[in-house]
């Protein structure tokens, strides 16, 4: 079967930071992969090297026909950490805009965001202001927003993080849902139930590399173990490094300039308290 | 779906969102339609209002003088003025020398103090006032105008006395005609120095001030709210994205420019609606002079947007965008300096100052070849080195990532 998305060999550095290294990677049609990992693990990444926000430092990413991502982003649906919604603008006004670079018919947008919006209890909120919306609204806004264009695969950066638990497993029904309508998504997440409970496949990703990939039994198999936690930490023991943008460099000019108005600290530990 | 459909889909999405904060609208469209009408009409009228008021206050005079003519302290007392007469003070080394009056003006016992003094044909005066008091300034004032108006009078028996012509011997040059017949220049020629000092003026201190908010606001501040991630997902080149929010940053600029300088017009045309006539220009003028605006619209937008965009934070936007804000300033200060008709070429090869010569020039209906080349020539360089460096840094991978 040819793979939907296919990353050959990729490696990403900042400056002298490896961010990924050297990922092979083949997303197939109608799955849902999980990427799992710590915080700074490269899940972020990988994830914006799919969408082609990142372009490699080694390697490709292509769609099928082994075209560039950065060709073919229509076919890609993104909602990122941060959802990225315009508070002055309503839930519809941000769904429509991003079908319309899309190039899609406002009213086919509409059709489709408006059954998804029924799936995620939101059809009442669709043309409210984002401004007052809570976290689990504008998540899925965020969702409707990359929904609407009918993407062949779509990119889920944590998507249930700060989600009461209503509104996670709303996200989680839908996610099932598209993967039964043919879809395909790939969903990063730091939790191994979550992600057990949603994805076909697992991909566990520590210090930018791919630790293992494959079906929550078959990485039991690898790891010998009895639960997916303890497989974690068995492909996980190397320790985490820290998120890339706290080694993000600072100038010189002002590096020296911080110094100078950072105190140093006389405290000590005492022993004997 | 063309790369223009996608550029206007982005500006127009920006232009929406700037426009639906009330705050833009009160600095985008108020401040500029109303700044000129209310310097030029609504502060004249608060000023005059003021010194009307002032005019009608009862001011207290002391006169010391041993001499002094009646008809003098009753001219002063026609000025509204309240006067007490009492004997020059004694041990003055001039008469200005306030002696032991100061506190008597200090503690407003008095607005003033008039000494005259007659020695021989000449009579010597001085006024002692408190230049801080508005009453005080109004007193001196009132007093001045008396004495001027009795000087002349004396001056004129005087000239009489002496067997001469007043008139001749008081104005023996004077004008023939009327001032304005005699300048050439048409009014609209007229219309086109005045507006030739105040619209490249207009014009660029607003671009420069108007547009630092909205690039701001579009390039790191839509980074800090994390709404650039997913717009960098989506098939739209780096590049349409620069154009998309340039073109709504230019428009945005442009509304406030022309709300601007229309305020200017209108307060022009109130003060001076009997003498100023609309600027004569030709049609190529006039397309240069859109040519002119626009690049300079083109430099400083990119530029704008390309720091705003390179700047780690909003707050450090601000302070890279406030200080060029200013120095902007100093090329539109040149150019008011700077005489047009004696120019030398080497200022139409420097940019910003260029455009602005240009279109100071262009006002004027004056089109010289070699200048219009020279600027046009400076002018797209630069456009497109901003240009390409707002490019550059749209195309740099960190600009989701950079923090504060």
Redesign the interface.
Known sequence: MEPLLCLKDVKKSFGDVQAIEHVNLNIYKNSVIGLVGGNGAGKTTLLRLMSGVYRPTEGSVNLDNDRPVTEMRSVLGVVPESTGLYSKLTAWENIRYHSRLHGIDDQLAWNRTYRFAKLLDIDGSLHRYTEGFSRGMKQKTALLRALAHGPQILLLDEPTGGLDVTSARTVRKLVRKLKDEGGTVVYSTHHLAEAQQVCDRIIIVHNGIIQADGTPKELLELTQTSTLEEAYVSLTRETARPRMEETEKTSKISAMWRRLFTPSSSLEVNEDE | ?NSRK?II??AK?EI??FV??WRTIVALVLIPLLLFPLLFIAFPIVMQNEAAELNEKTVHVLIQSDEIETSLIMEIENQSALTTTEAMPANLLTLSDSGNDTERLRNMEYDAILRMEQRNDTWYYAILHLSTSEQSNEARSRILDVLIQWEENLTSERIESAGLDVDSTLNPVRWDGTIADADVATKGEQAGMLLSLFIPFVLAIWTASAAVQPSIDMTVGERE????????????SRSELLLGKWLAVVSITAVGVTLQITGLLFGIAYLASDFIDVPSLSIFAILLLALAVAFYGTMVIALYLALAMRSKSVKEAGSVLTPITLAMIMPILLTQFINLDDVEMFWFGIPFVNVLLGLRELLLNRIIIEHVLVWVLVSSIVCFMTIRYAAKQFNR??I????S
């Open positions: 779906m996608r889909i982005v999405k929406i969102e639906r904060d709210r994390g709404t650039l991630e997913s717009l960098l997902s989506l098939p739209l991978e960190d989701i990532t950079t923090k």
